[in-house]
C-alpha cells in the first residue's frame, strides 16, 4: 500500500462519517430535495444550460444531489465518489426519486478503471481537487472519459481559499498557494454542522490556478475560460456576509473565492 492509499483511506473512513451528518443538516436540505429543491448554484447552472438528452458524468458527487438535480433536468447521469456511504445513500435517492442516474464507489482517478463510457458532459464542483496529490492523472482521466467535442466543467473555491488555517478563532495564512506538501487536519464537527461530535481526519493538497489549466490543457482539453468570483454560494468559511443576491463575501473582499473553468475535448 502506497502512502497515498493510506491517505485515501484515512478520508474516505472520514466521508463515511460526513455522509450521516450532512444528509441530515440543514445546509443539504435533504427534505427539501425530495420535494423537489435543485442543489445545483447558478454558476454551473448558467455553464452548462440545457442538460435535456445528455450524458454527464459527475466527479466527487457526495451523497448524489447534485447529480440527480442533473437528471431531473434530464441528463443521462453517472456519480462517482470515494465514500461508500456517500454511494449507498445516493443509490437510495434515487431509486426513491424514481430517477435513472448510475453510482459508482472508487477513487476519482481511477474512474476509467471502473466506468468504460464517454461523456458529453464531466461535471465536478465545490471542494474537490484539494483531495487530490496530483493533477496529472485527474486531467488525463477527464480526457478519457470524454467524447470528443465534450464539455468539462468545474466550479471550485479559489485556491488563496485554502492558504489560510481556519481551525483558529482568526483565519491566518499557513499554507502555500502551490503547497507540494501534504496537509493534514484533524478537527470536530464538519463544514455542513460545525456541532457535530464526529472528528474529522483530513490529508489534503494545494494547487495553484496554473496547475489546473495545465494539467487538463496537457491532456488535451482545450480552456474555454477561467473565471473568479469574489463571492461564493456557500456559508463555510468564517465571517462570511449574505448578500442580496443569496451568496457570501468578506467583508473587504480582497481576494476571490471561487473561480469556474470550461474547456473541450477537441
Not at 460526513?18 to 447552472?45: Q, T
Not at 488525463?140 to 489560510?164: D, N, Q, S, Y
Not at 464526529?198 to 489546473?212: A, C, D, P, R, T
Request: charged share 25%; with cysteine; hydrophobic share 35%.
Amino acid at each position: 500500500m502506497t502512502t497515498d492509499d493510506n491517505y485515501f483511506n484515512t478520508n474516505k473512513a472520514t466521508w463515511n462519517d460526513k455522509v450521516k451528518v450532512h444528509a441530515k443538516s440543514d445546509m443539504y436540505d435533504l427534505k427539501g430535495f425530495k420535494n423537489g429543491k435543485s442543489s445545483l448554484m447558478p454558476y454551473e447552472l448558467e455553464a452548462l444550460g440545457n442538460v435535456s438528452g445528455k450524458s454527464l458524468l459527475h466527479l466527487q458527487c457526495h451523497f448524489g444531489q447534485d447529480t440527480l438535480s442533473w437528471s431531473r433536468m434530464g441528463a443521462k447521469c453517472t456519480g462517482v465518489d470515494l465514500s461508500d456511504e456517500g454511494i449507498k445513500l445516493a443509490q437510495n435517492l434515487n431509486d426513491e426519486l424514481k430517477l435513472d442516474a448510475e453510482f459508482v464507489c472508487c477513487n476519482v482517478i481511477d474512474i476509467s478503471e471502473y466506468v468504460k463510457a464517454t461523456f458529453d458532459i464531466v461535471f465536478t464542483s465545490y471542494g474537490v481537487i484539494g483531495w487530490l496529490p496530483h493533477l496529472k492523472p485527474w486531467g488525463k482521466m477527464i480526457a478519457e472519459r470524454l467524447k470528443k467535442g465534450g464539455t468539462f466543467f468545474m466550479a471550485e473555491f479559489h485556491p488563496m481559499v485554502w492558504m489560510f488555517d481556519y481551525l483558529d478563532d482568526k483565519p491566518v495564512i499557513k499554507y502555500g498557494y502551490m503547497q507540494g506538501d501534504v496537509i493534514y487536519e484533524e478537527y470536530e464537527g464538519t463544514y455542513a454542522n460545525q456541532d457535530s461530535k464526529i472528528v474529522s481526519k483530513e490529508y489534503g493538497w494545494n494547487h495553484g490556478l496554473s496547475e489546473v489549466i495545465n494539467a487538463l490543457a496537457e491532456a488535451g482539453l482545450h480552456i474555454e475560460y477561467l473565471k473568479e468570483f469574489d463571492e461564493s454560494p456557500y456559508d463555510v468559511l468564517p465571517n462570511l456576509i449574505k448578500t442580496d443576491s443569496g451568496m457570501f463575501v468578506t467583508e473587504d473582499k480582497l481576494y476571490p473565492l471561487i473561480f469556474t473553468l470550461k474547456a473541450t475535448k477537441l
